[in-house]
């Protein structure tokens, strides 16, 4: 008998349904008698949060000269709190929007954490699989660098998740965490934003939903979730559409490939994954992350401002290509627009950045990303934000041969005039003095722009270049033994 009680007691500790206090380590100025040892201007410390029974709110309790003395949940207004490390910050945001009153009301739930680690990962794989990560070591250790600015390695509340950082191919401006940390930004958010502030100020939203544990709130109000093999098999019919996304994208020269997946993909993640995973945030839970962001970056003495920016450039994205849904808020959800009018007018805050260095030097750490979302944009026949992500490269003295050749396509394809294509023809041979990626569609638009310049002979040589490079390259693909590689480079080369 007392071996079951013993193990029913493990148990219970291992799923964390017994929680009954929670430790933390914040320190304080008492700003009005609490009690008569905690007078107006006490120095204490908050070492620990007790479980409530029955009606009973969750107690805090207090060190002070020494003493511990406990205090109920909602006399904690009477206490300033100023941190002095982000450590410290989330576990007041923590503390102060009552999540660790709701963890030690639900208790940890390590098995339903567990389950959606395996939710994560099991998402991951599937984005990898379909080539759909944006796979570059300097863009991820640029975003984990902002992360460890937001956030330290674990604020230690025995909650399971450590943050991690992908980058998913998706041309619309997103970015979403799972409940176990893991953060994905898409290639679109990081090429609408152009300062590293508003980027900052996404992040540190986000982070606040992983906090404050909004996701598991989610869950845990939602009726019933899909039984796991069930949910990924759907997963898997919906996410097969997207599988030829990355080959799309390097023959970024015929048009259209493209469109279809990323909707298809933004679809996907809008729905079965945000609803799955308590991603749908409600109006009051989205206005307490917007807080919390204000709130850190004025810690970190960044312009709050930058959040309400951040939140314009996106809203403008989807004006500029329809997608008025995406920003007008649905059923609980708040607008965008509601969101910037709550945080504050961005316009000084985008005045100000227009022309700043800072975003010189932004665009030069996410340079790779806005060649790739130049290549969707061209393809999805979006020629004018093509040509904008080009030039922000060429701008910041970033751009390689690919950023040239997307501006010249760009430029030929939106005018038909002299000095446009004077303009363009610059753009192939600052491609082609570069010699670094050497792009074998440079002797081919070279030829174009030679032909409505009325210049025959020398397009007649860029031709002759352009035949023999292909040639070179069904010389060379005659060699592959994998057949799928052969398959793959005979549809590039044709």
């Keep these: 008998m007392k071996r079951i009680v013993l193990l029913v007691f493990v148990l219970i500790q291992l799923f964390g349904y017994a929680q009954n206090s929670i430790t933390i380590d914040l320190k304080g100025v008492a700003n009005k008698k609490i009690s008569s040892n905690i007078t107006a201007g006490s120095f204490v410390e908050i070492v620990e949060i007790n479980k409530g029974f029955n009606s009973l709110s969750s107690s805090v309790v207090l060190l002070i000269d020494g003493k511990t003395e406990s205090i109920s949940y909602g006399q904690l207004d009477k206490i300033s709190i100023e941190p002095n490390n982000s450590k410290e910050f989330w576990t007041y945001q923590a503390l102060k929007h009552s999540t660790y009153e709701n963890l030690l009301k639900s208790g940890l739930q390590y098995e339903l954490r567990h389950e959606l680690e ?20 300097f863009s991820e250790s640029y975003l984990y660098s902002l992360s460890y600015r937001i956030y330290p ?49 996404v992040l540190a939203h986000e982070i606040a939903h992983f906090v404050l544990d909004h996701s598991v709130i989610n869950i845990n109000k939602a009726i019933q979730r899909k039984k796991n093999a069930e949910f990924w098999a759907s997963f898997a019919t919906i996410a097969a559409a997207v599988s030829e996304i990355s ?13 279809n997946s990323t909707a298809v993909i933004a679809q996907e993640i809008a ?17 307490e992350a917007d807080e919390c962001a204000e709130e850190l970056l004025m810690f970190l003495s960044v312009n709050p401002l930058a959040l309400s920016s951040a939140l314009q450039k996106i809203k403008n994205y989807y004006i500029l290509n329809g997608n008025y849904y995406a920003i007008s808020g649905y059923g609980s959800h708040p607008s965008l627009e509601g969101r910037i009018r709550e945080i504050g007018n961005p316009a000084t805050f985008i005045e100000k950045n227009i022309f700043s260095a ?43 041969e690919d950023d040239f050749l997307l501006a010249s396509i760009a430029t030929l394809n939106m005018f038909d005039n002299e000095q ?9 041979n600052k491609a082609k003095s570069l010699n670094v990626y050497p792009n074998i569609h440079l002797s081919k638009y070279e030829a174009i722009l030679l032909i409505r310049l009325k210049k025959l002979s020398e397009a007649k040589v860029c031709l002759q270049k352009y035949k023999a490079e292909i040639e070179s390259k069904i010389s060379g693909n005659d060699k592959i033994i994998d057949s799928k590689q052969w398959e793959i480079n005979n549809r590039y080369i044709i």
């Design 420 to 428: 446009s294509n004077i303009e363009a023809l610059g753009f192939i």
């Design 153 to 201: 390695v674990s604020i230690f509340d025995e909650r399971l998740g450590l943050l991690n950082v992908r980058i998913l191919k998706d041309i619309n401006p997103n970015a979403f965490i799972f409940p176990n940390g893991t953060f994905f930004v898409t290639t679109g958010l990081l090429s609408t934003i152009n300062s590293e502030e508003e980027l900052m100020a």
């Design 271 to 287: 729905n079965s994954i945000e609803e799955r995973l308590g991603l749908k945030f409600s109006r009051e839970q989205e206005r």
């Design 247 to 259: 080959l799309a994208t390097k023959d970024y020269y015929f048009y259209g490939s493209l469109t």
């Design 118 to 137: 395996n939710d994560a990962l099991q998402y991951i794989d599937y984005v990898y699989e379909r080539d759909l990560i944006f796979n570059d070591s």
């Design 358 to 400: 800072n975003n010189k030097k932004y665009d030069s750490k996410v340079s790779l990303v806005n060649t790739f979302n130049s290549k969707v944009e061209l393809n999805n026949q979006h020629f004018i934000s093509c040509l904008n992500l080009a030039k922000r490269n060429i701008d910041a003295n970033v751009a390689t």
